[in-house]
């Protein structure tokens, strides 16, 4: 009998604001522990909950990215747990009435698309930041009360690729929307793992264990493709699975038993009470969609029409954070599209690698790097005079016009005196024209390399090729 | 319905860090006394399990959002205030896990 897996995935996102979902206290990732922190972060009496406008808008965003229904209305519940991560005792979030549901997204998966459709998005608020050690633990409550958004897919997935390419989607989108930085290794996005396996044809759902504390995208794949073979092993012995949380070992490679479940929890949730009804308006739900960044796949789609790229470019001048903005930028100064994202994918991208510098810090202008792509594109200068006009570029940041004029870069764009070059060769080599008639394309190359030795590479290629088939073709 | 005692008081005030004087947990009991007295009254009202709850007074919307403006944080020492233990500027309890 084979088995088929079944994959539902939760996943929390930290939102990118600046204060708190239900107080103003700020926001700092980096800050002292117990320093970011408000009277009512601390569940002091008498204080009140108020909800964080720009962390509405954001979860507005990542609904209308999944394509999910909006509740106008906004109502908030109380979880009721009692743990030292919340020190209210109940944690504030969205249980009966989500602001988004009914959403998909789109991953690829064989070639083609499937669709993964997402039960509910809801906000609430995150949890002090516990440090266990072998005999005490220690609390920073900066984390308390931080914006969360969870979504939560239906379990539509079937193994740990589609499971690793729905939250590689999701962390596009949070942090293409701008909602949030998507750092799995920082915490700002969590994803818990509810794996079950079944036979092949059946409807019936198999025991469910959970897995947590995923702190990449590539565990959470091999996490699940561990999983399937732990279970499929157990099945196969005639073992029952158990309803169980694991978490993963990353030196190991396997999933180890966190704790055993047995009933589920009652949370008794019921309404915030602190919180009325919030009804949104049309036109600020509106404008949470219409100032949203544009996100991956629009992107995608623009650089490819609008600019002529080819995919592959297109791609990794997106997927490199502040590339695409910096092409953007250099096209408002040539037309030379192509070239330039050419230009950036080679030379500034392998300078910035080398250096180990974001694109942030690049020490050039784009108007420079576009008159930079239009000197090489119009052969006024050739490629290995081009890199040294670059590396002083790199240095001074100032025209490279004026930097080709320095070096003394003029190439010889004489034709006559270009067709008296290319005719001594010929004539040196009064093989050549037969050859190239014979189909030996190297000709070609080898008048040009002629050419060029004979000028020390000052001639406009362009120019030069064209007489030289010229001649040729005589 | 769980019995209301002194123990279950001081546990839970434990973990709550409050320190509480035993004139407080007196207080608390009898508040407490007062409650469950209640409860065992609307438990008797007729058809009560199937009520809602009505979280609200009047079934009114708000549209009032705050502004997402940060504000001074407390001094780490008001927070830490209330700590019965600090390690590292961290409040530090018995291992929870």
């Given amino acids: ?474 | 319905m769980k019995e209301i005692n002194k123990d279950v008081l001081v546990d839970a005030s434990n973990r709550l860090l409050f320190k509480m004087e035993d004139s407080e947990y007196e207080t608390l009991l009898s508040e407490f006394d007062v409650i469950q007295k209640q409860f065992e009254i609307m438990g008797h009202i007729e058809g009560v399990d199937e009520a809602k709850p009505m979280t609200f007074p009047y079934d009114i919307r708000i549209d009032y959002l705050r502004d997402d403006v940060p504000s001074t944080p407390l001094a780490k020492e008001d927070v830490l205030k209330n700590a019965g233990s600090v390690k590292d500027g961290q409040i530090k309890l018995p291992k929870v896990v």
């Fill in chain 1, 1 to 474: 009998m084979n088995f088929e897996a079944v994959i539902g995935l939760e996943i929390h996102v930290e939102l990118k604001t600046k204060t708190k979902m239900f107080s103003d206290a700020p926001i700092n990732f980096n800050d002292e522990p117990n320093t970011d922190v408000q009277l009512l972060d601390m569940a002091f009496p008498g204080t009140m909950p108020r909800v964080n406008k720009e962390a509405v808008r954001f979860a507005i965003r990542m609904c209308n990215a999944l394509h999910m229904e909006i509740d106008k209305e906004i109502w908030f519940d109380r979880k009721n747990y009692f743990y030292s991560d919340l020190p209210k005792g109940f944690q504030i979030t969205q249980q009966f009435k989500p602001i988004g549901k009914e959403g998909y997204l789109e991953i690829e998966v064989d070639g083609k698309l499937k669709k993964i459709e997402i039960e509910r998005l809801h906000m609430e608020e995150d949890t002090c930041k516990q440090l266990h050690f072998s005999d005490y633990s220690l609390l920073d409550y900066n984390r308390a009360g931080v914006p969360l958004i969870e979504i939560v897919s239906k379990p539509l997935m079937r193994s740990g690729e589609e499971a690793r390419k729905y939250v590689d989607k999701i962390r596009e989108l949070v942090t293409f929307a701008n909602v949030s930085d998507g750092k799995m290794e920082e915490g700002s996005l969590r994803c818990d793992v509810n794996i079950s396996l079944r036979p092949y044809g059946s409807d019936k759902f198999g025991t469910k264990v959970e897995i947590k504390n995923l702190n990449s995208i590539a565990n959470i794949e091999k996490a699940i493709d561990y999983e399937i073979k732990r279970q499929s092993e157990l099945l196969f012995l005639g073992k029952s699975i158990q309803q169980e949380t694991r978490r993963y070992d990353e030196a190991k490679k396997e999933t180890v038993l966190m704790r055993v479940k047995t009933d589920a929890a009652d949370y008794k949730y019921f309404v915030e009470p602190n919180i009325f009804p919030i009804l949104l308006t049309d036109e600020f739900v509106q404008d949470a969609i219409d100032t949203c960044p544009e996100l991956y796949d629009a992107k995608l789609k623009r650089f490819i029409s609008q600019y002529q790229l080819e995919e592959v470019d297109a791609k990794i001048l997106i997927n490199n954070e502040g590339f695409a903005d910096f092409f953007e930028k250099t096209c408002e100064f040539s037309k030379n599209f192509v070239a330039i994202s050419k230009f950036l994918i080679s030379d500034v991208m392998g300078y910035l690698n080398k250096e180990n510098l974001p694109i942030s810090s690049f020490p050039v202008d784009c108007k420079y790097i576009a008159e930079m792509v239009d000197l090489l594109k119009s052969n006024e200068i050739n490629s290995s005079q081009g890199k040294q006009v670059f590396a002083k570029l790199l240095v001074e940041n100032k025209s490279p016009l004026l930097i080709k004029e320095e070096l003394g870069f003029t190439l010889i764009n004489d034709e006559d005196a270009i067709l008296n070059i290319i005719r001594r060769v010929l004539n040196e080599n009064p093989t050549l024209i037969d050859d190239f008639k014979a189909g030996k394309t190297r000709v070609q190359g080898f008048i040009m390399g002629q050419v060029m030795k004979e000028t020390k590479g000052k001639v406009n290629p362009g120019v030069a090729n064209k007489l030289i088939l010229q001649e040729l073709n005589k």
